[in-house]
């Protein structure tokens, strides 16, 4: 369908509707994104009070067949959230939407506005003795309708799943203007399909979160931490199989780390204290999260025993304070940092079968070398599969110059990843940089449903277009 | 749209497409469902051996505006299985789909033909020292196509989640006769819309599932079993409280029994051995499954000390051996069978927000009093927010003479579960016998939402039309 730019003509029905308030001038940062792949254009940017603010925007916008986008924390990394072309778009920015509506210790629940930043979503839940386990590097700003709306991942997925397994219910506006009132808090509900989940990482095309039921847990009474030299990526994962064995749901978090994200950190944030004299090849970051009476330390001591019998591990610095656990978290934390530091010429947030890992990371090496000289940084999520895999510049070199081959590289990286039925977007979204990708390595027959619910549930087209689905 | 019967026509299509062997005679257990509340008819049966043969019935089916009625397992409690009225349909049972394709110990996954049972699925799981959580009282005979259509729940679902979150990826046959390829074996997979979670809990009326990659966990290395009497509703939800702050995932099960459940067993299995010399109101049945060097009888012994302290519980008995801890679960698992012997006059598989069950409990009790002298077994999975909240006639009395109340005391308790939030198809689905339900409590724009998508994904309406919407 033919749409039409945000004019003046609907700002006046927004005033005339909702006040002078909602409508805002658009700062710079609205048309931004991280890693200025995209910039946007924005025709009105309004800053709804509440889910009917909210409806009305997206009625008025359907009327005048006006692009809408949805707008969180803007910490998306493929684009999700700028239009940068087409009629200027009017961006709905959940900002001002930031309520703990409630806290049901006893249930495990909480329910928040889309517009809460993430960590203080995380504070409203420890400040009633619970834990919300989503954990990602842009929890200081990032948002928790965004985390939903792009099914966020992080560092506790391998515990306690991805943002969409923490979410029990949503309160939503769909492209008609209507409002979902979903805010279920029951861990079991069959009555009817599963829209809620069919939201979650729909990436705003299918409808605006304005509010979700999330899913608490308990918080672990103590925390284990340690960094361990693996001899190699198999040895990381049969790391962590004896962990599971021995801890079982204990281990909260399974993080792999190359040795060139470490000389990362060296070379440009050298503040951030390395927990190895010699930089090895490859180690993991093992966090253990445990009840009542079981001591992580002894524990992780275990583990490292029974791994050295398998001549699984080299070094190990198990954390033996608080302030050790943050410095050992510190060099995760960081690497994304740094990987911005010196520039990647592509960066791919892929996922593979674990199984299949040390192989896949031999035929990317191989693959990427035959493009040049690169450097790879390996890193992430082992015990979700879920890698970033991201290729820089030789030594010396700006990704500026490589700017020609990395269509060519991410090609040749997702090619391979599609061939060890993984996937090219693993916890980041599709966004508008990986829509090419879907319809590339999309299954046909899951790609026609999609467009068929998308033109379902969103005629016109309203709704973020061009993210997700060209 | 206007459908067409199952006739000799589609009959000599499917023959000349896929042989003689798939077309075969309707069997009296077809027309049939477990609760009787419903009798189908079946114009043909058709038994696929493979995705390919689903795919050609499903679009010889679509050509000729002939109804699709998916059948597994046949032990649905809510008649999704059975079409009582409208042109014969073609039956399609996933019987011969039973394969177990492939086990990835090191990934934890196992991929599943539709229509293996669910205890051959649990079975290769263990070959492969593995678990497949999913445990409920049809696992006999129930198939995992089944339950994934009606995102079964069961017994653990506490720790582990119900069927919707042990899928990782599944291969379908959607109303078009195209084959979704989406067996993926990834944790982490954010590559457009979640048709995955819109199939489950669809009930096959959008698509057949022809075969799923399931989670596997780790076996837990001992398991701890223990019933224990409780003084109130209340004081079970504490001492669940307490068991998840001492023993965190370790928790597999917790099951709440009142004493109506314990009687009947006395009246229609007095071979059932009884936990206690005395029939408590209320107990709980709780199992720990821990990992390796964990003991969970003294955790058992621990937790009960902590609750005796807190006054929450009375007597208890903890499983000493493997043949202690299969009786006191026998007491669980029969009693649905007592229940069917005695004879329900209505039966709610409902969930409700935790902290309310109490007060639900009670109301309940009150209005079920208004309708008569009726007997309430209430039992289920408390950790969940579970109950099957039953109603009998009295003591002498068969159910057959209380058929004119059955409608208005079922009525009365749904009313009563949406007033407290609550669901009024908790794990059983909504099938035929909740349709009218569904648009009773039904959130308007999800409604509105779902008919859209039905009608995006099967426009002829073909796919097990009259179960999930009118």
């Known amino acids: 369908m033919k749409l039409n730019p945000a004019d003046d003509a609907l700002a006046q029905s927004i005033r005339n509707s909702l ?37 009305t925007l997206v009625r008025l916008a359907s009327d005048a067949a006006v692009p809408v986008v949805p707008y969180g924390g803007g910490t998306g990394l493929v684009g999700g959230q700028v239009m940068p072309d087409g009629p200027a778009p009017l961006l709905i920015s959940l900002e001002r939407m930031t309520a703990i509506r409630a806290v049901y210790p006893d249930e495990n629940v909480l329910i928040a506005e889309a517009g809460a930043i993430l960590a203080d979503v995380q504070t409203a839940a420890e400040s009633a003795n619970r834990l919300l386990p989503l954990s990602l590097a842009a929890q200081g700003s990032c948002q928790i309708g965004g985390n939903l709306a792009t099914n966020a991942g992080g560092v506790n997925v391998l515990r306690y799943g991805n943002a969409r397994d923490l979410c029990l219910g949503l309160e939503a506006v769909l492209p008609s203007g209507d409002i979902w009132h979903g805010l279920s808090r029951l861990r079991k509900d069959n009555t009817g399909y599963d829209l809620r989940n069919l939201l979650i990482g729909a990436e ?23 960094m361990v030299q693996v001899s190699s990526p198999e040895a990381a994962i049969a790391l962590l199989a004896l962990a599971r064995d021995q801890v079982g749901e204990g281990v909260s978090a399974f993080e792999l780390i190359h040795q060139q994200g470490l000389a990362f950190l060296s070379e440009v944030l050298p503040d951030v204290r390395q927990p190895f004299s010699t930089q090895p090849e490859w180690c993991v970051l093992i966090e253990l ?24 591990v080299g070094e190990a610095v198990i954390a033996q304070n608080e302030a050790q656990r943050q410095d050992l978290w510190a060099v995760r934390e960081n690497i994304p940092e740094a990987n911005r530091l010196i520039g990647s010429v592509s960066s791919h947030d892929i996922s593979i079968p674990i199984s299949r890992i040390p192989e896949f990371i031999r035929r990317g090496a191989d693959i990427v070398a035959g493009f040049g000289p690169f450097r790879i940084n390996c890193f992430g999520h082992l015990g979700d599969g879920n890698l970033h895999y991201n290729v820089f510049p030789p030594i010396g070199a700006n990704r500026s110059a490589f700017e020609a081959q990395r269509h060519h590289i991410k090609r040749a990286v997702h090619d391979l990843v599609h061939t060890f039925d993984g996937s090219v977007s693993a916890e980041h979204g599709v966004g508008r940089l990986k829509a090419d990708d879907l319809e590339r390595y999309g299954d046909p027959a899951k790609l026609t449903a999609m467009r068929a619910i998308k033109t379902a549930l969103d005629p016109q087209g309203i709704m973020n277009p061009g993210a997700v689905l060209k």
């Open 204 to 226: 705003g095309t299918l409808g605006i979160i304005t509010a979700a039921a999330l899913k608490l847990y308990p918080q672990p009474s103590s925390i284990g931490t340690a």
């Open 289 to 312: 999260g445990l009840p009542v009476g079981s001591d992580p330390s002894s524990k992780l001591a275990a583990l490292y025993e029974a791994a050295e019998n398998h001549d699984l």
């Open 19 to 55: 006040g002078d308030d909602v409508l805002r001038p658009v700062a710079e940062r609205y048309v931004e994104e991280p890693r200025r792949r995209f910039s946007g254009h924005v025709g009105l940017l309004a800053l709804p009070r509440s889910a009917a603010d909210v409806s």
